[in-house]
C-alpha cells in the first residue's frame, strides 16, 4: 500500500509492480551471493538513473520488519554512495549521535533542506538567545528552499515572538507558504490571523477568508478548526464596517454548529466536548427554538469524557457532572436507559 501511495504522490517514479519486481531480483541476487558491486549495479539499472527512488524506497523497506531494516540500509547506501542527500540524510539519522550530527550539519552547509530544518529544530533546545537566533536561520534557509515543514515552524516563531521579533505580517507570509502546500495547522493558523486583522497590511478583520480557511482545515480533519467553524456557525457573522469585507456577514446555523462541534469532540476536543455536555445538559434553545434536545445521558457522556481530560476545563466539567448526574438518579426513567456493555 505505501509503494502506492509514495507513487501517486510522485515521490518515487517506479510503478509499485516495478518496484515489486526490482525488490524480488535484490533479494534473489542477496541469496544467490552476489557481491556489493553486482547487487548495486542491477539498483541502478532498473531505476534507470532514478536515484531519488532509492531514498524513498529504503525507508518505506525500513518500515516493514527487521529483515527490511537490513535492506534499506543497503539500499540507503547505494544512493549515499550515488550522491543523493537525502539518503546521506537518512543514513545520518541512523548512525551515531556526534557522527550523524556532524553529517547533517555539512549537508545542511550544502543545502540541504531537510538537514538545515534538522539542524534549526536541533539547535531550538539550546535556552540561549543568539543560538536561537542562528536556528531560525537554519529554518527560514530550509522555509525558503520550499520546506512545508520548517514555513510552518517559522510562521509560528514569528507569531510567538520565539527566537525573533514577534511580527504576525511575517507569520502570514511563512503560513501561507505552509498552507499552499497542504499543512493543514498553518491554514488554520492563517486564518486566525485574517480574523484579528494581522494577516495583511490593511489591520483590518477578513471574516470571510478566515472562515473559508477555516472551512478548508475543518475540512481536512483539523479538529480546532471545526471548533472554530461550529463557534461561528452558532453566533453568526453581522456585517462589519470595519472589516476588509463590510458587506460579507454568515447567519446563524446552530444546527450546524452542534454538527461541528460533535466533529471536533468526536476527535477529542476538551471545549468541544464541554459545549455539547453543557447544550444537552439543559436543552439548547435559539430564538425560543429547541436546537439540541435535553438528554442527560449524552451529557453526561460528554462531560465524562472532557473531565477525564483534566486541567481547569476538565475541573469545570467535573463539577457539572455531579450536578448531571445526581439528575440522573432524581429522575424517573432516565437511570434505567444506561445500558450495561
Not at 550523524?100 to 538537514?115: D, N, P, V
Request: charged letters at 25%.
Amino acid at each position: 500500500m505505501i509503494l502506492y501511495q509514495l507513487h501517486k504522490e510522485k515521490r518515487i517514479s517506479l510503478p509499485p509492480p516495478a518496484v515489486k519486481d526490482l525488490l524480488q531480483s535484490y533479494m534473489t541476487k542477496v541469496k544467490a551471493g552476489a557481491s556489493a558491486q553486482e547487487l548495486k549495479e542491477d539498483l541502478l539499472q532498473r531505476i534507470g538513473g532514478n536515484i531519488s527512488d532509492l531514498s524513498y524506497l529504503g525507508v518505506a523497506m525500513a518500515k516493514f520488519s527487521a529483515e527490511g531494516k537490513i535492506i534499506a540500509a543497503q539500499i540507503l547506501q547505494v544512493a549515499s554512495d550515488e550522491g543523493d542527500m537525502n539518503a546521506q540524510f537518512l543514513k545520518a539519522q541512523i548512525a551515531g549521535k556526534d557522527q550523524g550530527l556532524a553529517e547533517i550539519r555539512s549537508l545542511a552547509a550544502r543545502g540541504h533542506k531537510q538537514s538545515q530544518y534538522y539542524i534549526g529544530v536541533h539547535m531550538f533546545k539550546d535556552a540561549n538567545p543568539r543560538v536561537q537566533k542562528e536556528a531560525v536561520e537554519w529554518i527560514r534557509k530550509a522555509a525558503d528552499a520550499g520546506l512545508r515543514d520548517a514555513a510552518a515552524q517559522l510562521g509560528n516563531l514569528y507569531e510567538l515572538g520565539v527566537g525573533v521579533g514577534r511580527d504576525p505580517g511575517m507569520a502570514a507570509r511563512y503560513y501561507e507558504k505552509a498552507h499552499e502546500q497542504d499543512v493543514v495547522e498553518a491554514t488554520f493558523k492563517l486564518g486566525t490571523l485574517y480574523a484579528s486583522g494581522h494577516a495583511d497590511a490593511t489591520t483590518k478583520p477578513n471574516m470571510q477568508k478566515a472562515f473559508e480557511l477555516y472551512q478548508q482545515a475543518a475540512d481536512k480533519g483539523l479538529s480546532i478548526a471545526q471548533h472554530n467553524l461550529a463557534a461561528l456557525h452558532l453566533s453568526g457573522i453581522p456585517p462589519n464596517p470595519a472589516s476588509a469585507d463590510p458587506n460579507f456577514s454568515l447567519p446563524k446555523s446552530p444546527l450546524t454548529a452542534v454538527e461541528y462541534f460533535k466533529m471536533a469532540a468526536g476527535q477529542g476536543l476538551q471545549l468541544s466536548e464541554m459545549n455539547l455536555g453543557k447544550m444537552y445538559a439543559e436543552s439548547f434553545k435559539v430564538d425560543g427554538k429547541t436546537i439540541v434536545p435535553k438528554d442527560l445521558m449524552e451529557s453526561r457522556k460528554w462531560l465524562k469524557s472532557c473531565a477525564r481530560r483534566g486541567g481547569p476545563i476538565g475541573q469545570e466539567a467535573g463539577r457539572l457532572l455531579k450536578s448531571v448526574e445526581k439528575e440522573i438518579v432524581e429522575t424517573p426513567g432516565v437511570a434505567s436507559r444506561c445500558s450495561i456493555m
